[in-house]
Nanobody, 117 residues
Framework: QVQLVESGGGLVQPGGSLRLSCAAS????????MGWYRRAPGKQRELVAS??????KYADSVKGRFTISRDNAKNTVYLQMNSLKPEDTAVYFC????????????WGQGTQVTVSS
């Protein structure tokens, strides 16, 4: 089993910044992709950004504003969010996907990000 613990959410004004962190622990498969998803009220969950040894991916809506990074020694992934907009308001979930056949997906509990003046 893998446990994911997120931190860093909160309330921020438009144009502000937040940094989310997600620490993984447990039986972590070495080859994996970590990422952040979000679910806004009344909307489906969407991929925000992901990172593995080969590439990073971003949703078009966050390109140029958000940066994903990871510290493999700490099994931790970060999401630096700058120039936040009200439409970024959502619950953000950390994900770890095992990059192997029938690889499992693990999820964090979610952290609320609210962008409002």
């Amino acid at each position: 089993q893998v446990q994911l613990v997120e931190s860093g959410g909160g309330l921020v004004q438009p144009g502000g910044s937040l940094r989310l962190s997600c620490a993984a622990s447990g039986s972590i498969f070495a080859i994996n992709t970590m990422g952040w998803y979000r679910r806004a009220p009344g909307k489906q969950r969407e991929l925000v950004a992901s990172i593995n040894s080969y590439s990073t991916k971003y949703a078009d809506s966050v390109k140029g504003r958000f940066t994903i990074s990871r510290d493999n020694a700490k099994n931790t992934v970060y999401l630096q969010m700058n120039s936040l907009k009200p439409e970024d308001t959502a619950v953000y979930f950390c994900n770890l996907h095992e990059d192997r056949p029938r690889g499992y997906d693990y999820w964090g509990q979610g952290t609320q990000v609210t962008v409002s003046s």
